[in-house]
């Protein structure tokens, strides 16, 4: 049913976009891979999800100079997560005295439908033929799905031990925002646009609810390593994307071709002209 709804998203807001586009519109898809972490208050040991994959639809307008860039709007679909270190052995080092800790990790992975309101300052080279850009988006989330595993260690109490992860609305917040901001470059050819994004996409909601909220841990089952839920916990991630896009208009954009009028004086001022008569 989940994913039933997330194509059914992903349809309709192809349509709108389509549905909408004119001479300064675009359409594109994007897809790739990226890291995922949260950043935990008090500070937790945590190493980031690598291999977190994302796909998505965007739809541009691209304005005259005088607006600098494209504005619009993305609907991707990604993967997010983190590892927590819920324990460690210690291992003395006898020749510095100090001792290095070996971690055992909580993995836990979910999905996230995210919507990035996106401005696009950019410039053309090559004769238009190649664009780069910055990035700067106001996003909003839906975390839903997931599972969780312990790493398979003998040496810890709940080493491989894993399942699907049972959100629950007391514990868990479904919805986030944040801010992302990136770049890339686009190769143009014809009618389309091919190019490389990165993307970086600060969260700002927390994932859990904090122990002032949430104090029942110790009523929960395997899915929750926390003995104590942390004060936040924001998600973050990086992703690095291919993108294809077309445009609507086979004559370009007019900002190609627009050249602002330039007004001349209609008199210039002569410091010898006398301004009155005696």
């Not at 980031?48 to 619009?72: D, K």
Request: hydrophobic share 35%.
């Amino acid at each position: 049913m989940k994913k039933q709804l997330i194509y059914l998203s992903l349809l309709l807001c192809a349509t709108l976009m389509c549905a909408t586009a004119s001479a300064q519109h675009t359409f594109g898809v994007s897809g790739g891979l990226g890291t995922s972490n949260v950043r935990f208050y008090p500070l937790q040991e945590t190493k980031s999800l690598i291999g977190c994959a994302n796909y998505g639809l965007s739809w541009r307008y691209y304005s005259l100079p005088r607006f600098v860039g494209a504005v619009g709007v993305d609907l991707e679909y990604m993967q997010r997560g983190f590892s927590y270190g819920y324990s460690y052995i210690r291992i003395p080092d006898e020749e510095s005295g100090t001792e290095k800790r070996e971690y055992s990790y909580f993995n836990r992975n979910m999905n996230t439908i995210m919507l990035p309101i996106v401005w696009q300052p950019h410039v053309y080279l090559a004769k238009n033929h190649v664009r780069l850009y910055l990035e700067a988006a106001l996003t909003f989330s839906f975390n839903f799905g997931g599972e969780w595993n312990y790493d398979n260690d003998d040496r810890f109490h709940m080493a491989g031990e894993k399942g699907d992860y049972n959100w629950r609305i007391e514990r868990d917040n479904h919805w986030n925002y944040g801010l992302a901001g990136g770049g890339g470059f686009a190769l143009l050819f014809g009618r389309y646009e091919l190019g490389f994004r990165a993307r970086y996409y600060f969260g700002y909601a927390d994932l859990m609810r904090n122990r002032n909220k949430y104090y029942n841990n110790a009523t929960d089952g395997a899915e929750n390593p926390f003995s104590l839920s942390p004060l936040r916990s924001p998600i973050d991630n990086i992703n690095l994307s291919v993108t294809l896009a077309y445009r609507f208009n086979k004559d370009g954009f007019t900002e190609w071709y627009y050249k602002p009028k330039r007004q001349k004086r209609s008199r210039e001022f002569n410091f010898q002209q006398s301004t009155s008569k005696k």
